[in-house]
């Protein structure tokens, strides 16, 4: 008894309390409110439902984000970088947890945080693919995405080490589930 609807974060076309498992990968961070959000999972989640999510961690690609800022510069004024920075929610797991104790009260719900890192190294194309999948709205107010490709892979190639181009990789798991009485 599975059904699939289309929906986003702060619009879920279900009925309250009516969801019996919410998963989530790689997508939380794009919301604009974290915590309008949590409310309209609060919302569609029954009582004895649960919820796993994965998003990225405020630390994610700090090996990253300057080489990415000094391509970005090539093609994209202070004004559009700003506005490409605020694209992804930046949360800590204390942040996150705090946010979470706000819809889900400790005494009735398990709520697990965890914080997943990993280095990882790998070639421009290896991150290029990885990254892209995760982040190319990031780059969408360039227009010359060709260019910047070649632009970051030059400064990319700056931060490389003998194992390869490094990326610092920072994911938060959430849990929460009812506590059985």
């Known amino acids: 008894n599975i059904e699939f609807k289309i929906g986003t974060f702060s619009e879920i076309p279900v009925e309250d309390n ?26 569609v989640l029954k009582p ?39 694209l ?3 949360l800590s797991k204390t942040h996150m947890k705090e946010n979470l104790l706000k819809f889900f009260n400790e005494n009735d719900y398990k709520i697990d945080v965890k914080n997943i890192k990993q280095q990882i190294f790998g070639n421009f194309d290896e991150h290029m693919k990885w990254w892209k999948s995760r982040s190319e709205q990031i780059i969408s ?35 929460v589930k009812k506590i059985k009485t």
Request: proline share 3%; glycine share 4%.
């Open 18 to 43: 009516s969801v019996d498992k919410i998963t989530s990968t790689l997508a939380l961070h794009w919301v604009p409110s974290i915590k309008s959000s949590l409310n309209e999972i609060k919302r």
């Open 48 to 86: 004895e439902g649960s919820i796993d999510i994965m998003l990225t961690e405020k630390d994610d690609g700090d090996s990253f984000k300057n080489p990415i800022i000094a391509a970005m510069k090539k093609h994209l004024n202070f004004t559009q970088i700003m506005n490409a920075a605020t």
């Open 88 to 90: 992804s929610q930046r």
């Open 141 to 175: 107010e360039i227009e010359d995405k060709e260019g910047f490709l070649v632009d970051l892979k030059e400064e990319l190639e700056k931060i490389r080490t003998e194992k390869g181009i490094p990326f610092d990789l920072s994911l938060l798991y959430i849990n």
